[in-house]
């Protein structure tokens, strides 16, 4: 009886095992992620920058006052992704991405990102970038996406593009796309109470398979106190008691054959409500952001182009026509540039010219040139061009900018090669031709030197 007893204990503990195994078997394991190394050397990062939301490492080109000779830095820095996706069915999904960044040489022994590249490395630097179940609903057939997730505009990135926490839902009816979302910037405080959210609506419409119009609606209510911390490099931006904004846009893109046309259309308005200690009265805002971009073959390569407008403002008055971004959660990267915009392979170090489209109340009027040449099937090389200018002299910035608007020209070339499938060695070059919004505002009065870069790139994806 015993043995019986005994044999029908361990017959049910394994069924049970086998039966909770069951689901754990039937989920599908996704592992994906990136490391990539860059070694850097310029005049140009090593510039101090001021009131940046990290301090030096990110912010924007600010020469003012100091030495017209830019020391000249080199440093390496690396960044891993890791990205594990639990897998259900084709319905269901739980997504996680990760990243670990460093200088090489900057900390150890402590607790910190974008640390831990000094001797002995030990620092605990593991960032969390997403967490968010995507799942399709069986009752709607919507697709839904919540949690902490990867947003970008419909607008090439001019307003905001940022993990955020939040809820998507999107549906395809035939040829159109829709989505609806709901995103919490911030919260601090009394939960719930000072919190800064974004209510997001965006279509998308296939006339024909060549020819693609959309439109999208954000609203961002912004309830946190003038004594919270906000991004001080700009004199109206995202600072108030209350501030809304209503970002109401179009976006189209046409396939001419030979030549892709793109572009957009976005008008912001809302109130920035008073803050005594800066401006002691509300200021209603009417601003507007613009782009036309092409992109065709051309000979053996494919050329591009881009221009873009951002509204600014003078500074004074009731009204500001000065386009309120979120803060530095974005950049315009179709311009292909590496120091006049933000370089999109930038890391723990990312500093630009035009560091937002805002540009601290002063908008931005810009071009760009590239063209992408295929030499191999493993060599590839892309030059680029492009030109600022701010659209207002704002009379509250940093820098007496009488002498001019323009910002200056950019210059750069890239080399790549594909050493395997999945990893890619590229050189790189960067030369900024600095304008007249620049001239003696170094030290004593001088012109500073002009910026550049140089920096090699291994990039690894699986």
Not at 124 to 144: H, M, Q, R, W
Not at 256 to 279: H, K, N
Request: proline share 3%; hydrophobic share 40%.
């Amino acid at each position: 009886m015993g043995i019986t007893k005994k044999t029908l204990m361990i017959t049910a503990s394994a069924a049970l095992t086998v039966a909770t195994a069951v689901p754990a078997l039937a989920l599908e394991n996704e592992f994906h992620g990136m490391f990539r190394l860059k070694g850097v050397v310029n005049n140009f990062n090593a510039t101090p920058v001021i009131n940046s939301p990290e301090g030096s490492p990110y912010g924007f080109y600010l020469p003012a006052g100091i030495d017209k000779d830019a020391p000249t830095a080199t440093y390496l820095e690396q960044r891993a992704r890791l990205m594990y996706i639990a897998k259900a069915n084709d319905d269901l999904k739980l997504v996680t991405h990760f990243e670990i960044d460093s200088r090489w040489g900057d900390a150890s022994y402590t607790n910190s990102r974008n640390k831990g590249g000094a001797i002995g490395a030990d620092t605990v630097n593991l960032e969390t970038k997403s967490v968010y179940l995507d799942f399709n609903c069986p009752i709607t057939g919507a697709n839904v996406k919540v949690g902490m997730q990867p947003y970008d505009d419909a607008f090439k990135g001019v307003l905001f593009g940022a993990d955020m926490a939040g809820l998507l839902v999107s549906r395809s009816f035939g040829p159109l796309d829709a989505s609806a979302g709901f995103f919490r910037f911030d919260d601090s405080g009394l939960p719930g109470k000072r919190a800064r959210d974004m209510v997001a609506a965006t279509a998308r419409y296939a006339v024909t398979k060549d020819i693609k119009v959309g439109g999208a609606y954000y609203f961002i209510g912004d309830d946190r106190s003038e004594t919270d911390t906000f991004v001080r490099d700009y004199l109206f931006q995202q600072q108030g008691e209350t501030n809304t904004f209503h970002n109401l846009g179009i976006n189209a893109e046409a396939n001419l054959g030979p030549v892709t046309i793109d572009g957009f259309f976005l008008y912001q308005f809302g109130t920035l409500e008073d803050i005594a200690a800066i401006s002691g009265r509300d200021r209603d805002v009417s601003a507007f952001a613009g782009n036309v971009g092409a992109r065709g073959k051309i000979g053996p390569g494919t050329a591009r182009a881009e221009f873009l407008y951002v509204s600014g403002d003078t500074g004074g008055g009731s009204s500001t026509n000065s386009f309120q971004s979120i803060q530095d959660e974005h950049g315009f990267y179709n311009g292909n540039l590496q120091l006049l915009f933000r370089d999109a392979y930038a890391m723990t170090i990312d500093n630009a010219v035009v560091y937002t489209s805002n540009n601290k109340d002063q908008g931005v009027i810009a071009g760009f040139l590239g063209y992408d040449l295929p030499i191999t099937s493993k060599l590839s090389s892309s030059f680029n061009a492009g030109f600022a200018s701010v659209a207002k002299e704002n009379r509250n910035t940093t820098l007496d900018t009488s002498n001019g608007k323009y910002l200056g020209t950019e210059v750069n070339a890239s080399v790549d090669y594909k050493l395997f499938d999945n990893m890619t060695a590229s050189v790189r070059g960067a030369y900024v031709i600095l304008g007249d919004y620049f001239n003696d505002v170094a030290e004593g009065g001088k012109d500073p030197d002009d910026p550049y870069m140089g920096s090699v790139i291994l990039n690894y994806a699986f």
